[in-house]
Structure formats: C-alpha cells, structure tokens
C-alpha cells in the first residue's frame, strides 16, 4: 500500500537525505490519492479546486512511500511520540486508515495513534477506538458557518456538529481536537468567539495560520498578520486554561482588543508563558514549519528550545501587540 509522508517524517528516519532544522515529533501519514481529495475546500492543495502538487499539505510536502518501508522506518525511530494519520475523502478512505492502524499494530509499533476526519458514521469511530486511536483532529477550519461555506468545506457546519457529538460521546470531549484556521475571513470577534463556544464544549482546539499554497483558489489571499496571530494564540491558551477572557479583552465594533496589562505581564514573565506560542495539538504533535517558512515568521513554534533561539522576535512582536492591543482587522 502506498501512502504519503511528511518530508521531515521521511528525514527522520533516514528515507530521505535532507537537512532538517527541527524533527518532527510525531509521524505524520498521509492518505495517498492521485487526484487528491473530493472535498473543494478553496485554501487546501489536496482540494479538486485546486492546480497544486498532490504532494502539498499547506507548505509543507509529502511525497509517497510503501506503507511497510514507512512502518519500519517509524519503528526504529525513537522521536517519534505518537502517528498521526491525516485523510482525504476519497473511495475506500475509511477502509485505508483501519490497514494504516494495523500495519503499525503488526510491525509492534505501539505508539499513539491520532487520526484527523471528516465526517463519518458513530460505528466507525468505535472501530477507531477498539483500535487504540486515543485522539481525533476534525477540521472545521473555519469558525463560523459562513466562513464554512465560503471557503466549500464538505458536508455542511451543522454535519460537523453532529460528527463532533458523535466524537464526543465516543472518545470523550477531552480526546477531541477542533482545527480552526486563523485568516481564512472569519473576523477575531467570530474567531473568538468560536474557540469560546468549542472549548465551552470541553474540546481543544488546533491552531494554524492561513498559509497561500500556489494554484489554490485561495493563493494570493494574505498570511494572517503575526501580531494578531500572537493574540488569538493568546485567547486560545487562557480559553484552555478556563479563564473568562471576557476580562482581559475590549471588543469594539467587533474588533477585539487585548488588554495591555495582560500582555505586559506576559512580557515581563515570559519564561512562563513560552507554552502559549507553542505549535497547538495532540501530544507530542511539533508540525515544524507547517505554517511558515524555515526563516520566519513563525506563528507556531514547534519547540521551546526553537522559540528561545527567536525570543527577540517573539518579544518585539509582544511590544507591538501591548501597544497597540492588537491591529484592528
Ligand atoms: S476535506 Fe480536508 S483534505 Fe479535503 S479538500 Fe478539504 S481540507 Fe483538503
């Protein structure tokens, strides 16, 4: 069976021989097909809207390897914390991930599995948890309904919702990760308001920023502004940690405000907060410069080690986030 991988899963275990400037921490798997997926989704390269390398996810790219030669790779890897299989809608997708899972299960490789869907049936995920799947990414991608059908997500929002119940009553609230993409037009009040209304559910939330891939509908749409990146990285982390983060914002016309006390004590004890600005997943999940370019700007740092190294980006763009309270969209 033939499946793709990430250049830096590749790198890794030795199947490619490239450079790499940070590992990535988990195996990351792609579902394999030629003419991508049959969803039209307008920023994603696997989309059939799309003109882009089939070996694209975001800017990061994923060429095809034998299943069996990736598992073994993998295996003798101990970098790795955890797999990650990532799907496309395609005939027989479902069918696909179960032979991935017990391949790795047949090579002995016991690491965590996470698997990111679309919507499926209740019995499925069932299947996905009798197999040792412990977490489940669903890409809503957008935060609002509008933006949802925008953007041609498949299926519709309230599908999502109920694939997304479904998920929890499986796999517990607390197994469940919502990737939402920052800069694909949803304003910050409705992108907040989103992490509120997720996270209110008891589900986390994956961050990314928006990132153009050439020949996508969406490639000449701007990279999110970083500064406002660094806000809503903010929100999501004091969401999470269940403060009401009514009290640290000023919304205004619908434009959101951070207060400058908040990000001054971020500032001022910095050390303590590096975990905000961290790449946002599943355990063990790093995604290196899945968003960004080796050279920066880097709206997810995939270690600390990593963000100490561009601590005085990171801190000069805090100074400008205190001054300004983040840029008015
Ligand atoms: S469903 Fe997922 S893989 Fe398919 S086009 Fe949309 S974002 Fe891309």
């Given at each position: 069976m033939i499946?793709?991988?990430?250049?830096?899963?590749?790198?890794t275990i030795g199947l490619l021989n490239i450079d790499i400037v940070e590992k990535p921490t988990t195996a990351y798997i792609l579902l394999y097909s030629q003419s991508g997926c049959l969803g039209t989704c307008m920023f994603c390269s696997q989309s059939m809207l799309s003109t882009s390398s089939k070996s694209l996810v975001s800017r990061v790219s994923w060429p095809e390897v034998d299943?069996?030669?990736l598992t073994r790779g993998i295996k003798g890897c101990d970098v790795f914390e955890r797999v990650c299989i990532q799907t496309v809608i395609k005939e027989g997708f479902k069918e696909d991930v179960l032979k991935i899972i017990n391949t790795l299960?047949?090579?002995?490789?016991?690491?965590?599995?996470?698997?990111?869907?679309?919507?499926?049936d209740k019995d499925y995920l069932?299947?996905?948890?009798?197999?040792?799947?412990?977490y489940l990414g669903i890409g809503f991608d957008a935060a609002t309904p509008k933006t949802f059908n925008l953007v041609k997500k498949p299926y519709s929002w309230q599908t999502y919702l109920e694939f997304l119940r479904d998920c929890m009553d499986v796999f517990g609230p607390n197994k469940i990760y919502i990737h939402l993409i920052y800069g694909l037009g949803d304003n910050d009040l409705e992108f907040i308001n989103a992490m509120k209304y997720f996270i209110g559910l008891g589900v986390r939330i994956a961050l990314f920023a928006f990132t153009p891939v050439k020949g996508t509908p969406y490639e000449s749409r701007n990279k999110p502004n970083i500064i406002n990146y660094r806000k809503v990285q903010i929100l999501r982390y004091l969401l999470t940690l269940g403060y009401n983060v009514d009290d640290y914002i000023i919304v205004n016309n619908g434009n959101v405000y951070l207060r400058r006390e908040l990000v001054r004590n971020i500032l001022e004890n910095i050390d303590?907060?590096?975990?905000?600005?961290?790449?946002?997943?599943?355990?063990?999940?790093n995604r290196p410069f899945y968003n960004e370019s080796v050279r920066g700007p880097y709206y997810n740092y995939?270690?600390?080690?990593?963000?100490r190294k561009h601590i005085s980006d990171l801190m000069r763009e805090l100074r400008i986030l205190m001054d300004e309270g983040g840029s008015i969209r």
């Amino acid at each position: 069976m033939i499946v793709r991988a990430s250049i830096g899963t590749l790198a890794t275990i030795g199947l490619l021989n490239i450079d790499i400037v940070e590992k990535p921490t988990t195996a990351y798997i792609l579902l394999y097909s030629q003419s991508g997926c049959l969803g039209t989704c307008m920023f994603c390269s696997q989309s059939m809207l799309s003109t882009s390398s089939k070996s694209l996810v975001s800017r990061v790219s994923w060429p095809e390897v034998d299943l069996k030669v990736l598992t073994r790779g993998i295996k003798g890897c101990d970098v790795f914390e955890r797999v990650c299989i990532q799907t496309v809608i395609k005939e027989g997708f479902k069918e696909d991930v179960l032979k991935i899972i017990n391949t790795l299960r047949s090579e002995g490789i016991g690491k965590p599995v996470s698997v990111s869907l679309t919507p499926t049936d209740k019995d499925y995920l069932i299947l996905l948890k009798d197999l040792g799947v412990d977490y489940l990414g669903i890409g809503f991608d957008a935060a609002t309904p509008k933006t949802f059908n925008l953007v041609k997500k498949p299926y519709s929002w309230q599908t999502y919702l109920e694939f997304l119940r479904d998920c929890m009553d499986v796999f517990g609230p607390n197994k469940i990760y919502i990737h939402l993409i920052y800069g694909l037009g949803d304003n910050d009040l409705e992108f907040i308001n989103a992490m509120k209304y997720f996270i209110g559910l008891g589900v986390r939330i994956a961050l990314f920023a928006f990132t153009p891939v050439k020949g996508t509908p969406y490639e000449s749409r701007n990279k999110p502004n970083i500064i406002n990146y660094r806000k809503v990285q903010i929100l999501r982390y004091l969401l999470t940690l269940g403060y009401n983060v009514d009290d640290y914002i000023i919304v205004n016309n619908g434009n959101v405000y951070l207060r400058r006390e908040l990000v001054r004590n971020i500032l001022e004890n910095i050390d303590g907060y590096l975990n905000v600005f961290i790449t946002s997943g599943c355990p063990g999940c790093n995604r290196p410069f899945y968003n960004e370019s080796v050279r920066g700007p880097y709206y997810n740092y995939p270690s600390t080690n990593f963000l100490r190294k561009h601590i005085s980006d990171l801190m000069r763009e805090l100074r400008i986030l205190m001054d300004e309270g983040g840029s008015i969209r």
